[in-house]
């Protein structure tokens, strides 16, 4: 069996959803599932963030970070949800309108409202470069800074791992099956100690030991 952290992908949404295609034969609704996007919120009142707080929404990660300030991550599968089943609420309206100028078309343009989409004037969204997520406090980027990793081997091998993944994964069927899973910083650093008691301990040993170095500041605050 192998593991591999994917360290050296393109960080543009449409540059990776184009390495996903090209170098894996992802189709699109899959890939999307591995891309994920990172936003600052400001709200000048509760009840929006309530009411999103409300609904059972799986697959975002939602901090706040100063007194009505906010800090969301999600992937591409989970916007598209947010939009066929949630555009009653201010925020995923605010969402759609930014995002849909923000990022390519064929991400969203199959779930895009019929009907025009009105903006709330007391939520402000920021999309965030990947060098702005670099930035982040330690305790933040561990959380929000989002890692793949790719798995290749037999059915009998990976099928005992698939309780380890915390989040939706890719299952690409083949002579060997292929599991992609995207995981935060802290959850990479669960899941990799797992691995090392049960399988791979050598390979998932040195993968730890890259992620290490690449976010040291991380390992002190997890």
Same mark, same amino acid.
């Given at each position: 069996m192998e593991i591999k952290w994917l360290s050296n992908i393109p960080q543009e949404p449409q540059d990776f959803l184009t390495f996903l295609k090209k170098q894996y034969n992802l189709p699109s609704e899959e890939a999307f599932k591995l891309i994920y996007i990172t936003l600052k919120l400001k709200a000048l009142s509760d009840s929006p963030i309530y009411k999103f707080l409300e609904r059972t929404i799986s697959g975002i990660k939602f901090d706040e970070i100063e007194k009505r300030e906010y800090l969301l991550?999600?992937?591409?599968y989970t916007l598209r949800?947010?939009?066929?089943?949630? *555009?009653? !609420?201010?925020l995923v309206k605010n969402l759609y309108l930014i995002l849909s100028k923000k990022l390519p078309k064929e991400f969203i343009k199959d779930v895009s409202p019929k009907h025009s989409v009105i903006a709330s004037q007391d939520i402000i969204l920021e999309l965030l470069s990947q060098e702005e997520k670099i930035k982040l406090p330690s305790f933040l980027k561990a959380k929000h800074l989002i890692l793949i990793f790719y798995l290749k081997g037999?059915?009998?091998?990976?099928?005992?791992? *698939?309780? !380890?993944?915390?989040?939706?994964y890719v299952l690409k069927e083949g002579n060997l099956y292929q599991v992609f899973t995207s995981l935060s910083i802290s959850e990479a650093l669960i899941?990799?100690?797992?691995?090392?008691e049960e399988v791979l301990k050598d390979t998932a040993e040195k993968i730890l030991e890259n992620i290490k170095i690449f976010f040291p500041e991380c390992f002190g605050e997890i």
């Open positions: 991550t999600f992937s591409i949800a947010l939009i066929r089943e949630h *555009l009653d !609420l201010k037999t059915c009998e091998e990976l099928i005992t791992l *698939l309780s !380890l993944f915390p989040n939706n899941f990799l100690l797992k691995l090392k």
